[in-house]
């Protein structure tokens, strides 16, 4: 059983700065292409942040040069490290894993749990 639970989440002011943090288990994490994706209310889920098995990355715009993603395989671990944070940050961030990068950036086959990320102004 394939489990991906995430933690860091938490609230901090507008510039400041979080890593999030993904545990996986049940699953081959070193050739997994991992993702962070987030909701804010209202809003659809979106992609953030993914990486492959190789540790090439992709970014949504709006966060490139701000969030940086990375894996630490022997932990079986994926990081989202997120600086100069903005109140639109502000939504739920989930952890995702697929088999491929393709799949990772569209549909995913796992999810976390969320952890809840609040950037006050």
């Known amino acids: 059983q394939v489990q991906l639970v995430e933690s860091g989440g938490g609230l901090v002011q507008a510039g400041g700065s979080l890593r999030l943090s993904c545990a996986a288990s049940?699953?081959?994490?070193?050739?997994?292409?991992m993702g962070w994706y987030r909701q804010a209310p209202g809003k659809e889920r979106e992609l953030v942040a993914a990486?492959?098995?190789?540790?090439?990355?992709n970014y949504a715009d709006s966060v490139k040069g701000r969030f940086f993603v990375f894996r630490e395989n022997h932990k079986n671990s994926v990081y989202l490290q997120m600086n100069s944070l903005k109140s639109e940050d502000t939504a739920v961030y989930y952890c995702?894993?697929?088999?491929?990068?393709?799949?990772?950036?569209?549909?995913?086959?796992?999810w976390g749990q969320g952890t809840q990320v609040t950037v006050s102004s």
């Open positions: 990486i492959s098995s190789g540790s090439s990355t």
């Open positions: 995702a894993a697929a088999a491929n990068t393709a799949r990772v950036l569209t549909t995913p086959d796992y």
């Open positions: 049940g699953l081959t994490f070193g050739s997994s292409a």
